[in-house]
């Protein structure tokens, strides 16, 4: 129940508030005073005083009557003055005459979680409730000025390079997911480097597919039966998968093991950070070729150590592995830009939740498999549904 600050409010008790004087409106479970909101409202203040005292969902959302922008649900947020008392909770409640004053308690309300207009919880460390607030639009400039973290209307690498960031405030400022301009990517360098930043998902495959082919070729060579060469390849494969959860929760979200300078913070930001900090970016989401083999070539020699006594053996383990890196970054790709069939779906929740909800949880990203035996499940993919 929400009703740690804000009172709690019976349906008749919200239905007193029904005139100019006093005007409560509620959406879902919150419950909204729009007195001084009426006489701007666009539709004129009368068009509002139909719903005082009721709820205000269906108008909201019936395109027919009138458009409401997101500036409707935003004037909605600031002048929450609580809750909706469930029929059962009415009695003796925190029903009481204050409410009726409609002034909204905000040092209390600082201290607790927030609800946006739909009365989900925002969560205080990601500022979002739900994974379509990863596509809203930030407005630029009120976010710096809110955060003082970085400028998105200036390039960004300089700013992290030079801001003198303090680690603490850094990964609590890049775990909070930001959209530029409609999922256009931010400049990052801001001049000829910047098409390098880039890295369209396709290239992935393109790339990578046609060396792994010619891989299990040359390591096939090696093997006198098929079989025997498949399930290495399998394992390889399988391999992968585990590295998949590793490598993300214990290098890509070293977080507090980062050293606390500049290299360190820039190589966490180009790594993964930009990914929670502009998560939507098409082209930053992939991993570049080029930093694929710093981080593959220690790969290829350890397969080769393991592997020690046959080239071909620890070829094909790779390859397995690289296969499943290809597909990895793939799914990752299609998990935040497209609309999927059946299980898909399930996953596509559970890793958005990772970006919008609990980036130290969720570290699995083509099964979730891994956090439930390491224990980093993220517990939400019911409580998404229930939207
Ligand atoms: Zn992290
Ligand atoms: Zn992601
Ligand atoms: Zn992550």
Redesign the pocket.
Known sequence: MPSATLPTLSRSEIELHNTAKSCYVTLGNNVYDVTDFLDSHPGGADLVLEYAGKDVADILKDEASHTHSDTAYEVLDDSLVGFVASEKATNGSAVNGNAANGKVKEEEEEEELRYDSKGRPIHPKTGMSCEEDLSKDTDLDSDYKTYKFLDLNRPLFGQIWYGGFDKEFY?EQV?RPRHYRGGESAPLFGNFLEPLTKTAWWVIPTVWAPPVAYGVYLASQGFENGWRQASFYVAGYCIWSLLEYILHRFL??L?YYLPNNRVGITMHFLL?GIH?YLPMDKYRLVMPPTLFIVLATPFWKLAHTIFYWDWNVATTVFCGGITGYILYDMTHYFLHHQNLPLWYKQLKKYHLAHHFLD?ENGFGVTSPFWDTIFGTPLPMVTNVKAN
Do not use: R
């Open positions: 990964l775990h890509f979200h977080d993964h929670h980036y």
